[in-house]
């Protein structure tokens, strides 16, 4: 596709996506679907439910089971076939209440030809976001200018196999560029999850901030001393532990000695997601995890054995509790406490979202790439990073977690960097041609590094868990 043919295409996504669109006859009764869900020649859309059945495709993929990926999707889908992990498959015949004949979940990491779609094999591949959340590899020939769109491929019919790696919503690791169905191969077009991409989202790696979170918990119920980030002369503070009471000695002296083990440990979470957070303080604490009926149905649908052994119904038999993300605020948060009153007399809120994340004063909007690497690579983050949020109290404290299971603006740099791929096309924050501008000259921008660097090597990480 042609520049000039790229922004007609994305011209006629912005006026299809327009939001007070309401279907009637005259307009064919359903939203038309921007190019950007239906792979190029393919029949096959991705994450486009709300377009209900989509000219010419036989195979709707689902990336994940999170509602702005399965708009309209219920139990009256009848379109065509819907292919995903098993772990999202679960969550929507539970959730949604989709008919199980619809729904075809296939292995992870192993190529499968898609019935219906001259022969285009698709691999999956974890996404590091939500559980049951992949990427798909699709590889083969172009048969069809299936969708909406005006602008048709001119190589439909060729002998050429083209792979299309579509990303959804994931936390770029290594571990994405070095899968085998990845690795070496020209990728002709990548779909990008775009939510972070812009230098201000510079937020942790997220193995780090799980970490964290166990260990201010684990500190904060011990009644241990929490070491705060230096301050400005780099000598590190030292916070008195928060869950500390006074005491006099025989001598008459005050002495701190630690609190009654009636602390409470509250993790806000999605529908679906922050199970990794929850998991690693409740084995810090060594304690059982209570949530709803509604929430712990939801879990089960997502075959984690770990997580299962962790869940109790008793909600006094468990030191960590889950709720929805918007009750970890303190008003909210006291509120949920006094359910519990006479069991548990102090709460440690855990809200973890990449929106709680702030940049740094004077941070560069522009930085080189190379600085993007090495300012990044050299950050830390430990327990001693995390403050308690305003209003926080001496029996509620409440903690903005710097966490998203979306990629930072980094981990998207070194996944840019780090394979062979052709075009770029982003799939989030596409609704004014400014943003979308701006992204471009990032795609621009990877591009030219990597031609500058003269072959694709991934970049240095620090595990393949994270750069």
């Known amino acids: 596709m042609t520049s000039y043919k790229e922004n007609e295409a994305w011209k006629e996504a912005s006026t299809v996506e327009d939001r007070n669109f309401r279907p009637t006859k005259a307009n064919g009764g359903r939203r038309k679907a921007p190019f950007y869900k239906v792979m190029q020649g393919m029949p096959i859309a991705v994450d486009a439910f709300r377009y209900g059945a989509i000219p010419n495709v036989t195979a709707y993929f689902l990336t994940h089971a999170h509602s702005d990926h399965y708009t309209n999707l219920s139990a009256k889908w009848d379109s065509g076939p819907i292919y995903c992990s098993q772990g999202t498959a679960n969550l929507i015949i539970h959730m949604l209440g989709v008919e199980p004949k619809w729904v075809h979940p296939l292995p992870m990491d192993v190529p ?9 094999q698709v691999t999956l591949i974890e996404a590091n976001h ?11 020939k172009q048969t069809i200018n299936a969708g909406d769109s005006a602008y048709k491929s001119p190589f439909v019919g060729s002998p050429k196999v083209f792979r299309y790696l579509h990303c959804g919503d994931f936390r770029a690791c290594p571990q994405h560029v070095l899968h085998p169905a990845v690795k ?3 990728i002709d077009h990548v779909y990008l999850d775009t939510t972070y991409l812009d230098p ?23 009644g241990k001393s929490v070491e705060e980030a230096p301050s400005g002369d ?13 005491e006099k000695s025989d001598n008459g002296k005050e002495k701190a000695t630690a609190a009654p083990e009636k602390i409470l440990v509250v993790v806000g979470t999605y529908s679906i997601g922050k199970e990794r957070i929850v998991k690693a303080i409740a084995k810090a604490l060594n304690t059982k995890v209570y949530c709803d009926s509604r929430k712990a149905a939801i879990l089960r649908c997502e075959s984690d054995s770990e997580l299962d052994a962790l869940l109790t119904a008793d909600p006094k038999a468990a030191g960590v509790h ?26 440690i809120g855990f809200r973890p979202t ?62 840019a960097l780090s394979f062979d791929w052709a075009r770029m096309i982003a799939t989030v924050n596409v609704g004014r041609e400014t943003s979308r501008g701006k992204m471009a000259k990032w795609f621009e921008r990877w591009e030219a590094e990597r031609k500058k660097r003269g072959k694709v090597e991934v970049v240095k990480y620090r595990t393949s868990e994270y750069w």
């Open 200 to 222: 201000k989202y510079c937020f942790p790696p997220q193995p780090l901030v799980i970490s964290a979170c166990a260990e201010l918990a684990k500190r904060l119920v011990q």
């Open 234 to 246: 780099g000598k590190p503070r030292t916070m008195a532990g928060w869950f500390t009471r006074v």
């Open 184 to 186: 070496g191969k020209r």
């Open 354 to 415: 990449g929106w709680t994340f702030t940049a740094p004063n004077g941070l560069d909007t522009l930085p080189s790439i190379p600085s993007v690497i090495s300012r990044s690579q050299s950050r830390t983050f430990t327990h001693a990073n995390m403050q308690p949020m305003r209003n926080s109290t001496s029996t509620l404290q409440v903690y903005g977690v710097p966490y998203s299971e979306h990629s930072s603006f980094f981990e998207l740099t070194c996944f």
């Open 130 to 140: 939500c559980p049951g959340s992949c990427l798909f590899l699709f590889e083969g």
């Open 322 to 347: 889950l709720v929805p993300l918007a009750v970890i605020a303190s008003d909210r948060l006291k509120t949920y406490m006094e359910r519990w009153k006479g069991h548990w007399t102090k709460v």
């Open 112 to 120: 499968t030809t898609i019935p219906n779609t001259g022969g285009v």
